[in-house]
C-alpha cells in the first residue's frame, strides 16, 4: 500500500497540534487561544446570518474582507491575500515562491509547521539554529528561496532587534515572510517592511488576539506580484461564506480587541514575574504565551502533573525546547489555578 503514497508524504511525520481536550472542565491553556469571547459585533453577524445563503459559493477573492484589511494597514486590496487561517498563507508561499530545487528556511526551533510543509512540497529546509538562550545571529551568507521569519518567534514570544531583522531583510535574495501571528501583543510590528520591499510579506491571524480560532482566518499583505501569484493557485472558494462574514465584523470592532490584548498583556507579566519569584527562567514574552524553565524539577514533569489535574500546557520534547514549557495567556482565574497548582507540586 505505501507504494501508492508519494515517496515524501510516506516518509514525512505530520504535523502535531495541541491537544483539544473534550470536557470542559479542563484549563486550557496550550494552544495560544484567546480565553476571551470574540467582538460583541461578531455575535450580532451571526444573529443576522440568512442559512439560505449558504447553498451560494462564497465570494472567491474575499473582496469585502480584502477591502478592510486595506484600510487597516493603508494599502490597496490588490495587496492583500485572505486564507484559511494563516497556514494556507504558508503553504501558498512555498508552492507559490520555492521551485523543486529550491529551499525554505526558518529558526530551528520555531514554528514546527514549516518543515512539514516543506516536506509535503518535497523541497529542501535550511534551518537557522538559535543560540542557547534562543537569540538570533544569522549567518552573512545565508541564502535561500524562501524564509519564515517568525515574529515574535514561537514557541519562545521573543522578539529581535529591529536594526538586525532590517539588515537581513535587505540582503536576502529570496522572498521573506514575516509570520506576525502574535504582532498585536508585541510592541511593534514588520507591516511597513511589506509596504516597502518588493519580497516582503507579512502574515497575520484572527485566531490569537481577535479570538477567531475557530473561524480559520488569515491573512497576508505585501506587494501586488507576490499576492497575485497566491491567487493562481489558492483553492477555488478557500474561505467560507460564514467565515468572511464574522471575520470582517470582527476586524471592524479595533477597540474591543485592543481591549482584550490589553488584559492578556496585563496577565502576561503578572505569569511572568509569579513564575520568576519561584525560581523559573522566563524568557521576555512580546506574544499571548510565556516560554518558561522550571527550576529543581523536570519540565516534562510539571507538564505530566499538571495534565493529570485538568490543567493542559504545552511540552515540546527534544534536547533543547525539552527544557521549557509554554504556557497559553488565561484569564487570571486560570492563571491562579495554575501557580497554585505548581506551587502544590513544589512544595510536594
Known amino acids: 500500500m505505501s507504494s501508492l503514497i508519494r515517496e515524501s508524504v510516506n516518509h514525512m511525520q505530520g504535523y502535531v497540534p495541541g491537544e483539544q481536550p473534550r470536557s470542559a472542565d479542563v484549563i486550557k491553556l496550550n494552544t495560544n487561544e484567546n480565553p476571551y469571547p470574540p467582538s460583541p459585533m461578531v455575535f450580532e453577524a451571526l444573529e443576522r446570518m440568512d442559512a439560505s445563503v449558504l447553498a451560494k459559493y462564497p465570494d472567491p477573492v474575499c473582496m469585502d474582507l480584502r477591502k478592510q484589511i486595506g484600510r487597516m494597514h493603508d494599502c490597496p486590496p490588490e495587496q492583500v491575500f485572505v486564507g484559511n487561517g494563516s497556514d494556507e498563507v504558508l503553504a501558498l508561499c512555498i508552492r507559490a515562491f520555492v521551485e523543486r530545487d529550491g529551499t525554505v528556511g526558518f529558526f530551528d526551533p520555531s514554528y514546527s509547521l514549516y518543515p512539514v510543509l516543506a516536506r509535503i512540497e518535497d523541497v529542501a529546509t535550511k534551518p537557522v539554529p538559535l543560540s542557547a538562550d534562543f537569540g538570533w545571529s544569522m549567518p552573512e551568507d545565508y541564502a535561500a528561496s524562501l524564509f519564515f521569519l517568525t515574529h515574535p518567534n514561537a514557541p519562545t514570544g521573543m522578539m529581535y532587534a529591529r536594526q538586525e531583522m532590517l539588515s537581513f531583510i535587505e540582503r536576502f535574495p529570496g522572498v521573506l515572510l514575516l509570520d506576525e501571528a502574535y504582532a498585536d501583543f508585541a510592541d511593534w510590528n514588520g507591516m511597513a517592511w511589506a509596504l516597502r520591499y518588493e519580497h516582503v510579506l507579512v502574515a497575520r491571524t484572527l485566531s490569537k488576539s481577535y479570538s477567531l480560532a475557530g473561524i480559520r482566518l488569515g491573512y497576508a499583505v505585501g506587494?501586488?506580484?507576490?499576492?497575485?501569484?497566491?491567487?493562481?493557485?489558492?483553492?477555488?472558494?478557500?474561505?467560507?461564506?460564514?467565515?468572511?462574514?464574522?471575520?470582517?465584523?470582527?476586524?471592524?470592532?479595533?477597540?474591543?480587541?485592543?481591549?482584550?490584548?490589553?488584559?492578556?498583556?496585563?496577565?502576561?507579566?503578572?505569569?511572568?514575574?509569579?513564575?520568576?519569584?519561584?525560581?523559573?527562567?522566563?524568557?521576555?514574552?512580546?506574544?499571548?504565551?510565556?516560554?518558561?524553565?522550571?527550576?529543581?524539577?523536570?519540565?516534562?514533569?510539571?507538564?505530566?502533573?499538571?495534565?493529570?489535574?485538568?490543567?493542559?500546557?504545552?511540552?515540546?520534547?527534544?534536547?533543547?525546547?525539552?527544557?521549557?514549557?509554554?504556557?497559553?495567556?488565561?484569564?487570571?482565574?486560570?492563571?491562579?489555578?495554575?501557580?497554585?497548582?505548581?506551587?502544590?507540586?513544589?512544595?510536594?
Open 223 to 348: 506587494p501586488e506580484p507576490l499576492i497575485s501569484a497566491m491567487y493562481k493557485i489558492k483553492d477555488s472558494y478557500n474561505v467560507s461564506r460564514m467565515t468572511q462574514e464574522l471575520a470582517l465584523a470582527a476586524l471592524c470592532d479595533q477597540a474591543y480587541m485592543r481591549r482584550n490584548v490589553e488584559r492578556i498583556k496585563a496577565t502576561r507579566s503578572r505569569l511572568d514575574a509569579e513564575l520568576r519569584k519561584r525560581g523559573w527562567t522566563v524568557y521576555p514574552s512580546q506574544s499571548n504565551f510565556i516560554w518558561a524553565s522550571p527550576v529543581g524539577i523536570s519540565a516534562h514533569a510539571v507538564y505530566t502533573a499538571l495534565h493529570e489535574q485538568g490543567i493542559f500546557i504545552r511540552y515540546f520534547p527534544g534536547v533543547r525546547t525539552g527544557q521549557c514549557l509554554r504556557i497559553s495567556i488565561g484569564t487570571d482565574e486560570h492563571i491562579e489555578a495554575l501557580l497554585d497548582a505548581i506551587d502544590a507540586l513544589e512544595g510536594g
